[in-house]
């Protein structure tokens, strides 16, 4: 395609609302690690990897994106074997082994198995696509989405890995589940970390559990994989005997659908017992639930989301100007320069700056779709679509984390935050929304 | 538009259910710029007031450790209240800190380097302090409490620490706390922090999540200039779990006492449920020195004496045991019926085998002459073990080695057990390349050659043959009780396996081990008014002087302790460790006496159990 070609159909707004988040988040990175006229070095690796994201964005622009649909799986596949290889050669940084280390360079694959995991699942959604609103079409997008999230939490990282699941859930929406299914899928996920979320929870407000039988009786079953097995059997007992009762009555009753819910109380008990007992340690569910209420880890996250909220309140409408956030230049928040950037940006240049970047990123989520409606083919559209989640829900969780509405996760604003492997990936990410924009038209 | 598939129903559903997700983005949006404009519009003043004024910081304060009692409710380990020097950077100029770094380092007396370091770390946290000390001296805490307002930045705050009631008093079992680090950090992430004091050996690493407690602190509103304004939140820090040793503290004493300096291991076991009642090895250390702050000079000698102290003789080193193996070799030959009790071999002092004929040796030059079992278990006649081990063959020996627990962990809860080695004809093709030669049996029957095993194998070993077969797992800890003499758990014996004797071997047995105490090389050992069975060994080895082993277990009848004793290159098992034995015995005899009779172990196990 000549170049002239390529200029015509290229999609500004998305691409100058990208490099206005790039930039801007290298200047408040600059302001958030700064201490005294030293640049650290960590600045100017972000600007490096600035650099390596523009070539490799570039070659995503240029290559025609229909070759993903032929090595869409051979990539994940080999994203999944990095996943498994870093668990056993990784380099442990804060507690997950997450990172390649080679000499100076290094790079996280987590955030390199985004991209081929909705290549998968786009390639898979295309072929199916008639087949969506059956059952067992759910199968394989189940093991597509299941594998990357457990070796993820196998480093451990919990936010990388359940991040995948928003995503993976609004693209069989738009690729045509039953609303059905969608819904169960979400029941069982509340099942699955409500409970043990709740618990802890209740565990620091007893007065709420001393009064309540159910409550208790639910916490005493999913404090031990013995009790919960014997409550799952009760379960089971009393949904048969509904069973059985219901067709003696003759109410008709689809068999399907009580599989289903069988299945979801069932599957849920069992999952959030596992949840409660392996998967989540104490920290990790205070961390979660700190959110609603600082006081559950007052010396811990609770105290992050504290100084974050008044970073951000102080900030004002204005801002306190550039490198003049006390709370910033102080150094209250660690981690401010990956998870908590957002803070200083809204201490320093106040609403209208943060308000700034939430537009750009709404910007390039609404063109993110706007692409995927409007694409030649359907790989196109369900590929545009799955990015676009990808940074519609970093977005959420991110900047709701920041601003003490979401549970604290530790996932990167991506494109904003510092972390070369997350900039890249974005940056190629945004790469292939423009390649499939500019070959919209192409027959 | 879809070009190639013109499926108008689909592609409208895809447009549908697109327009939807818009619909989330916008509704997300919307929440997002609420929830900003709440904070920063509505909210502003307040948190605009939080920020100028004050600032919070965070004063993390250690949980004390959990008390360690033996078995009887005395105390080994506790926690008394210190003081500790913390250090916050916040808002202060480079000048002060160097100030404050150079009042330090004279009052404490120790080099700048470690203070600068520590509080460069800090610097990236400046809501929270710097520990630049712990434990530090009443005397040196006053002088910091008078220098306090030119020292900007520092604060005294009181703290527990741990310590050991005794000097050297069961150092092995109890370990050493020291400072976190990298590798501990990473394997504990999320439980421990940089910063943390958590244990480094013994039991004191094995059960550090029980002992540890819950950390507490406090948040603190500070003024621009570092001054405390008002506490916002507190959390009390918990105290850790208190955990009950099997250990007796007066057989351990004994025990200590009658091992002296020399190196080497004393274990007493239950052999009715293998409870550890007391572990001895020998170099030891004083497990307070590491509490104790500056005092690294003195833990270099320990990190680099050849003596080892730090060294769990007891399982972390493997020996060669010498004739005290011809246990379980008899054991073996009878159980196969290779051997009657009847059997008589005739000892000239020397034996030779294989096509080459090497000469095998006695331990007695001149010959033991004609021996039946009971004399040549007595006489410890090697050349009798030599064709009882050559008509059980090195399969039979591994075989029962196995599963009386050689070669293999025992499993008992201290950290680091060396599994000892068990050779088999396999093993040396593989491993040495050469095929298994008659004469390596000869050695394997007499405990020599590639035989290792850990003193606590041993002593293990003597436990399940004695018990009639029942190999248990030794354990340490009996019960970990929480908050307000709460029982969280208690560990009960675990039996490994169940291995078949028959009564008339076993009998046999006990017999002969009791003639050897009676008349045989254990004499040494021998007391009127108990009766006890025993063994001695005496292991060579490439390293210098020989390793001497004994080990015995009384009432012969219906055992309630086995005793285990091995001094490294300690000479011989008859004439130098069967009388360390024999000062056990004699003081465990006098605890019996004390008890009117009763059963010693039994009694005091369960007169304070209450706690």
């Given amino acids: ?443 | 538009m879809w070009q190639i598939e013109s499926n108008r129903f689909e592609y409208q559903r895809f447009k549908n259910r697109a327009f939807l997700v818009k619909f989330f983005l916008v509704f997300v949006f919307f929440v997002l710029y609420l929830r900003l404009f709440q904070l920063q519009i509505i909210n502003k003043r307040y948190f605009k007031k939080i920020s100028k004024n004050n600032c919070i910081q965070i004063l993390f304060q250690q949980a004390p450790r959990g008390a360690i009692l033996d078995r009887n409710g005395v105390v080994l380990a506790d926690s008394r209240s210190a003081f500790s020097l913390l250090f916050s950077p916040f808002n202060l100029s480079d000048d002060d800190i160097t100030k404050s770094v150079n009042k330090i380092s004279d009052i404490l007396d120790r080099d700048k380097e470690y203070f600068i370091r520590k509080i460069s770390f800090q610097k990236r946290y400046p809501f929270t302090y710097a520990r630049l000390m712990e434990n530090i001296e009443r005397k040196k805490m006053f002088q910091f409490a008078e220098e306090k307002p030119n020292i900007p930045g520092i604060t005294i705050q009181t703290e527990t620490v741990r310590y050991y009631l005794r000097k050297n008093f069961a150092s092995h079992i109890l370990g050493y706390i020291g400072e976190i680090n990298a590798d501990e950090l990473r394997d504990r992430g999320g439980e421990c922090k940089q910063g943390n004091v958590v244990g480094k050996i013994g039991i004191e690493k094995i059960y550090d999540s029980e002992l540890r407690g819950i950390e507490g602190g406090k948040q603190i509103e500070v003024n621009a200039v570092g001054r405390e304004l008002r506490v916002l939140r507190e959390i009390k820090p918990v105290k850790g779990h208190t955990l009950i040793l099997t250990i007796d503290k007066k057989l351990q004493e004994l025990s200590e006492d009658a091992l002296g300096d020399s190196p080497g291991v004393i274990i007493i076991l239950d052999p009715r449920n293998s409870e550890v009642l007391s572990l001895v090895s020998k170099p030891d250390f004083d497990s307070n020195i590491f509490t104790v702050p500056l005092a690294s000079k003195k833990w270099n000698h320990f990190f680099t004496s050849l003596a080892y102290p730090l060294l769990n003789r007891a399982i972390q080193a493997q020996y060669a045991p010498g004739s005290v193996f011809k246990i379980l070799v008899t054991l073996a030959a009878l159980e196969e019926e290779k051997i009657n009790l009847n059997d008589t071999f005739f000892c000239k002092g020397f034996l030779t085998c294989g096509r080459e004929e090497r000469v095998f040796r006695c331990w007695k030059r001149e010959g033991h002459g004609k021996q039946n079992l009971i004399q040549a278990m007595a006489n410890s006649c090697d050349i009798y073990f030599y064709n009882m081990g050559l008509s059980l063959g090195v399969r039979n020996i591994s075989k029962y080695a196995k599963e009386f627990g050689l070669g293999e962990k025992t499993g008992i809860d201290l950290p680091s057990e060396k599994r000892g080695l068990v050779p088999s004809s396999e093993w040396k093709r593989k491993k040495i390349g050469d095929p298994w030669f008659d004469g390596d049996t000869l050695n394997l029957s007499i405990g020599q050659g590639y035989l290792l095993a850990t003193p606590l194998q041993i002593a293990n070993m003597v436990c399940a043959v004695v018990n009639g077969g029942k190999l248990y797992r030794p354990y340490i800890v009996k019960k970990i009780i929480g908050d307000k003499n709460h029982l969280i758990k208690e560990i009960k014996p675990y039996k490994i396996r169940d291995i078949k004797i028959s009564e008339s071997t076993l009998n046999i047995l006990k017999k002969s081990l009791k003639s050897t105490v009676e008349k045989g090389t254990g004499r040494a050992a021998y007391l009127k008014n108990l009766s006890i069975g025993g063994k001695t060994g005496t292991a060579e080895n490439p390293h210098g002087e020989n390793h001497a082993w004994f080990v015995c277990f009384t009432p012969v009848e219906d055992p309630q302790i086995v005793i285990c004793v091995f001094l490294e290159h300690g000479g011989s098992g008859g004439s130098d460790a069967a009388p360390v034995a024999r000062k056990v015995l004699e003081g465990y005899a006098q605890f019996l006496n004390e008890h009117k009779g009763n059963e010693y172990i039994l009694k005091t196990g369960k007169e304070k159990n209450g706690l």
């Fill in chain 1, 1 to 443: 395609m000549a170049f002239k070609n390529i200029a015509r159909k290229f999609d500004y707004v998305l691409f100058f609302s990208m490099v206005m988040v790039i930039v801007l988040g290298i200047l408040f990175i600059f302001s958030a690690i700064h201490r005294g006229k030293i640049v650290s070095p960590i600045w100017t690796k972000q600007l490096i990897a600035v650099g390596l994201g523009f070539g490799l964005m570039i070659i995503a622009m240029g290559v025609n994106y229909q070759i993903f649909r032929q090595y869409g799986y051979s990539l994940y596949f080999f994203s999944l074997i990095l996943l498994l290889l870093v668990l056993f050669f990784g380099k442990t940084v804060r507690g997950a082994q997450s990172w390649f280390s080679f000499g100076n360079f290094s790079f996280q694959p987590s955030e390199f198995s985004k991209i081929p995991f909705i290549f998968a699942l786009a390639i898979y959604l295309e072929k199916n696509h008639r087949q969506m609103y059956r059952f067992k079409s759910l199968f394989i997008p189940f093991l597509i989405v299941f594998l990357p999230i457990l070796l993820i939490l196998g480093q451990p990282d919990f936010g990388s890995a359940m991040v995948l699941v928003p995503i993976w859930m609004v693209m069989l929406f738009i690729g045509g589940t039953k609303y059905l299914y969608l819904l169960s899928f979400l029941l069982y996920g509340v099942i699955t970390f409500g409970i043990p979320l709740l618990i802890t929870y209740l565990s620091f407000h007893q007065d709420i559990l001393i009064n309540s039988v159910v409550l208790k009786f639910i916490s005493m079953a999913t404090s031990h994989w013995l009790q919960g097995i014997i409550f799952i059997l009760v379960i089971l007992v009393i949904l048969s005997v509904i069973f059985y009762l219901l067709i003696d009555l003759k109410f008709a009753i689809n068999f399907n659908n009580f599989m289903i819910t069988s299945f979801l109380v069932i599957g849920g008990c069992v999952s959030s017992c596992l949840v409660q007992n392996f998967l989540l340690k104490g920290y990790q569910k205070k961390r979660l639930l700190a959110f609603l209420d600082p006081q559950i880890d007052p010396l811990g996250s609770g105290y992050h989301i504290i100084q974050s909220k008044i970073a951000i309140g102080s900030g004002g409408f204005l801002g306190k100007g550039f490198l003049n956030g006390t709370q910033t230049q102080l150094g209250f928040l660690p981690e401010q320069h990956t998870d908590f950037i957002v803070s200083v940006v809204a201490e320093e240049w106040g609403f209208l700056g943060a308000g700034l970047v939430f537009f750009l990123f709404f910007i390039i989520i609404w063109r993110g779709l706007k692409i995927a409606v409007e694409a030649r083919d359907k790989f196109g559209s369900f590929l545009a679509a799955g990015i676009s989640c990808m940074f519609l829900f970093y977005a959420i969780i991110n900047i709701g984390m920041v601003m003490g509405i979401m549970p604290i996760t530790g996932l990167p604003l991506p494109l904003f935050s510092y972390g070369g492997s997350a900039l890249v990936s974005a940056m190629v990410a945004i790469g292939l929304l423009l390649n499939i924009h500019s070959r919209r038209y192409t027959y």
